[in-house]
């Protein structure tokens, strides 16, 4: 059996919209605070 691996294209889509997300998170936590 294969291990599921996403291509490099949805691995690097994935971890940009987790950077913004997480990036997001950060400025809201920090303008709220």
Do not use: E, G, K, N
């Amino acid at each position: 059996m294969r291990r599921l691996t996403p291509c490099l294209h949805c691995r690097r889509a994935a971890a940009a919209a987790r950077v913004r997300f997480a990036a997001i998170l950060t400025r809201s936590h920090s303008s709220t605070r």
